[in-house]
DNA sequence: TTGACAAGGCTAACGCTGTTAGCTACCCTG
DNA sequence: CAGGGTAGCTAACAGCGTTAGCCTTGTCAA
C-alpha cells in the first residue's frame, strides 16, 4: 500500500542509463510525430546515433517497445489507482472511467502502442498487467463486471482515437451512459 | 428493407472481374496466414503475378485493404441486421452481442483490418459504415446507449482476440455481464 | 605500466517491404 | 490492318529491421 494510497506497481525491468535515454527518446518521437516515424534510423537520427548502435541497448524494436509500453502501463496504472482510491463512495466508476479516457486522450499514441495486438506479453514485467487492471476490480467489486467495464472503456477510447463515431456525436453523453449502465448493473 | 426483413447495404463499389479475384486471393492470404503474410509479392504468387501487375488492378496496397474492409462490413452489417430482425421481443441486444462476437471471432485477421487505425475512411462507399452500426440503434433505442454498447462490443472483441484477458477467464459470463447492464440500463 | 576486457560507437550489407518506370504482348474495335 | 486499351513483365528505388565485423575508449587487475 503505502503513502500513496494504493499498491505500489510491481518493480520495473532494469536499465542502463543509456538505455533509459533510448526509450525517452523513442517515446518522444512516437508521440509527436506518430507510430510510422518511430524507426530505428530515424530514433538513431535523435539520439546521435547510428541506427545499429541502438543494438547495444536493446535487442531488437520489439523490445524496445516492451519497455515502452511497461513504462506506459505503470504510468496508466497510477492514473487508474488514484481515481478509485480518491473517488468518493459510489463514484469509483465514473473516477475510473473519466480517469482512463483522459490518460488514453492524453497520451494516444503510446496508448495505442501499448494495446496493440502482437506484443510479447510474457516477457513483460510480472503482474504489472494485473496491477494495472486491478482498479477495475476495485470500481466494480465483481471480475466480470470488471472485465466488461474495462472491455467498454478500451472500446470507445479507440474508436474515439480512430475517429470512428459520427462527427457531431457528444462522447461526454456517451461515456456517461456506460457509466450509469455499469453503476446501475452493479451487485450490491 | 426488402424480403430480408432489415435495410440493404449501401451499393457496393464497382469492381472489374479481376479485381474481384484479387479481393479473393487477398482474403483467403490475410485470414489463413495472417496480416503480415498479406504481401504483394507473397499475393502475386497467390495469382500467379508478378507484385507490380497488382497496381493494374488497384493504385496500391491501401486502396485493395479498403476493398476488403467494404466487404468485411457488408457480412458483419447483413449478421447484426439479421441478428435484430430475428430476435424475440427485448432480446435485441443480447442476441446482436452474441452475433457480433460470433463473426467477428470467426473471421478475426479480417475484423482487425477493418478495425485497425489508419485507414482512409473517407474513400469507403457511403453509409456503409452507418448502416453496418445501426442494429446497435436498433437495439438500444438510444444513440448514446448505441455507441456505448459498440463501444462495449468492440472492446470485448479486441481484448479476446489480443488474448488481453486472464487466463481462466469465463468469457461467456463477462459478455453476459454487459449485455445485461445494457438491457437494465435501457430507457423506456 | 601494461594487458585484458567490456561498452558503445561505426560501416557495409542482407533480405524484406511498397512502389514506379518503362517495355511488351494480346485483344477488340474502327 | 491500324490504334488503343488491358494486363502482364523486368529492373530498380527508397526505406525498413537486422547482422557481421571492426575500432576506439575507459576501467581495472596483474
Redesign the pocket.
Known amino acids: 500500500m503505502s503513502s500513496r494510497g494504493f499498491p505500489a506497481p510491481p518493480p520495473a525491468t532494469v536499465r ?1 542509463p ?1 538505455a533509459v535515454q533510448v526509450v525517452e527518446a523513442a517515446r518522444r518521437l512516437l508521440e509527436s510525430d506518430g507510430p510510422e516515424a ?5 530514433l ?1 537520427d535523435v539520439l ?6 541502438i ?3 536493446f ?4 523490445a524496445l517497445e516492451l519497455a515502452m509500453i511497461e513504462d506506459a502501463l505503470i504510468e496508466l496504472g497510477t492514473a487508474l489507482h488514484r481515481a478509485v482510491a480518491g473517488a468518493a463512495r459510489g463514484e469509483a466508476v465514473p473516477s475510473l472511467l473519466v480517469a482512463y479516457r483522459a490518460h488514453a486522450l492524453a497520451h494516444p499514441n503510446l496508448y495505442r502502442l501499448a494495446t496493440g495486438a502482437g506484443l510479447a506479453r510474457q516477457d513483460m514485467a510480472d503482474g504489472l498487467e494485473d496491477w494495472a487492471g486491478e482498479p477495475f476490480y476495485l470500481a466494480t467489486g465483481e471480475p466480470h463486471q470488471a472485465q466488461a467495464l474495462w472491455a467498454f472503456a478500451h472500446g470507445m477510447v479507440v474508436l474515439e482515437l480512430d475517429d470512428r463515431f459520427l462527427p457531431d456525436s457528444d462522447l461526454d453523453r456517451t461515456w456517461a451512459a456506460g457509466a450509469s449502465a455499469f453503476v446501475t448493473a452493479a451487485p450490491a
Open positions: 542502463s543509456r518511430l524507426t530505428m534510423r530515424r538513431g546521435g546515433i547510428r541506427a545499429p548502435s543494438y547495444k541497448h535487442p531488437g524494436k520489439p
